[in-house]
């Protein structure tokens, strides 16, 4: 049990277009996931909390405008970059967490390439 | 301003040792930590985690210790195997805000 999936595993986009990241909890209900974003050799930042069914909160630093999170059911959270541009290249990871529990599972994560 | 720090950033530990990981935090309101282990281009894997209310929490051949006073845990490994070679990352939060910060990663090599 508690297995996470993200689709795509990896995406190459040209500099000004929008990309979606679909994160999915496949044998549990999530009530909150969270996206992170992970540079080579650094930690993982938290990036944004997803609640279902109401608007995300973000980090001090992230731009809510421009990562734009949608969870819109128990076992669907979305990331969309917009206006993409290479600085947002990175390997975006989502992690949901159980009702009544601590634990966040993560997904295997999304390596994003911007041209 | 990084709450949660491990300070080493590798360790290699020679098959059927011990491997012992530290990390510490600054914020006395952490009161939930946790363990994960991450292999490249996946996410990370949960391993093991421990409230405050204890100073030990053991699953198998991983054990990890508390000392609040400090604000420091560790992770046990016993004995390191060639498969826990990996990055290992602690998380530390408090369950009232449910979201974690994690340290930069300890790389573990285990050698033959």
């Known amino acids: 049990g508690a297995v996470v999936s993200q689709h795509p595993s990896w995406v190459i986009c040209k500099s000004g277009t929008s990309v979606k990241i679909e994160c999915r909890s496949l044998d549990f209900q999530a009530t909150t996931m969270f996206w992170y974003r992970q540079f080579p050799k650094q930690s993982l930042m938290l990036m944004a909390t997803?609640?279902?069914?109401?608007?995300?909160?973000?980090e001090q630093g992230v731009e809510k405008d421009k990562f734009l999170i949608n969870h819109a059911s128990l076992t669907l959270s979305t990331l969309t970059v917009t206006s993409a541009h290479p600085e947002d290249s990175s390997f975006y990871i989502c992690?949901?967490?159980?009702?009544?529990?601590?634990?966040?599972?993560f997904g295997p994560g999304t390596r994003l390439t911007v041209t | 301003d990084q709450q949660v720090k491990q300070n080493s950033p590798s360790l290699s530990v020679q098959e059927g040792r011990i491997s012992i990981l530290n990390c510490d935090y600054t914020?006395?309101?952490?009161?939930?930590f946790l363990w994960y282990k991450k292999y490249p281009a996946e996410g990370p894997t949960f391993l093991i985690s421990i409230s405050s209310i204890k100073d030990k929490n053991e699953d198998g051949r991983f054990t990890v210790f508390l000392n609040k006073s400090a604000k420091h845990l560790s992770l046990h490994i016993v004995p390191s195997q060639p498969g826990d070679s990996a990055v290992y990352f602690c998380a530390a939060g408090g369950m009232g805000w449910g979201k974690f910060q994690f340290g930069a990663g300890t790389q573990v090599v285990v050698t033959p």
């Open positions: 992690s949901a967490r159980r009702q009544m529990s601590y634990e966040q599972y």
């Open positions: 914020n006395s309101m952490f009161d939930y």
């Open positions: 997803s609640n279902e069914g109401s608007k995300a909160t973000y």
